[in-house]
């Protein structure tokens, strides 16, 4: 039997969680850099990065003549010797030019490179 008033203990028993063992850092599966990264193509050597490059661009097959083919915008990585890589094209049809240069500033950050944006010139709507 228990004694009135007394106060219930709770035994010594030591164990661990996981998700708590990293303390307050978050774990890299759910960084949205790592996510960012899984998504780029596999040529793409990450640590070889030093800039990310915006530019405006139409895209369409050799057979379209030019002023027909579709507005958009290409993001090229480029490494320390000045090598470029294609990293992403971009059409302004599926997303607003916000957001493709928020997602390109995204990438850029998750690269540890800088962004450069070489779109502010680049006309939407003129016709060649």
């Given at each position: ?54 530019r405006g661009g139409r895209f369409g097959s050799w057979e379209t003549p030019i002023e027909q083919r579709e507005v958009g915008f290409v993001l090229m990585a480029v490494d320390a010797n000045g ?46």
């Amino acid at each position: 039997m228990t004694r009135p008033n007394s106060t219930p203990t709770l035994s010594n028993i030591e164990f661990s969680d996981q998700r708590f063992a990293a303390g307050h850092e978050s774990s890299p599966k759910n960084d949205i850099s790592w996510s960012l990264l899984r998504l780029l193509p596999s040529s793409l050597e990450p640590s070889k990065v030093v800039s990310v490059v915006l530019r405006g661009g139409r895209f369409g097959s050799w057979e379209t003549p030019i002023e027909q083919r579709e507005v958009g915008f290409v993001l090229m990585a480029v490494d320390a010797n000045g090598n470029e890589k294609h990293v992403k094209n971009f059409l302004s049809s599926q997303l607003s030019v916000s957001a493709i240069k928020q997602e390109c500033g995204e990438i850029a950050k998750a690269l540890s490179a800088t962004l450069i944006d070489t779109t502010i010139n680049f006309n939407l709507e003129a016709r060649d």
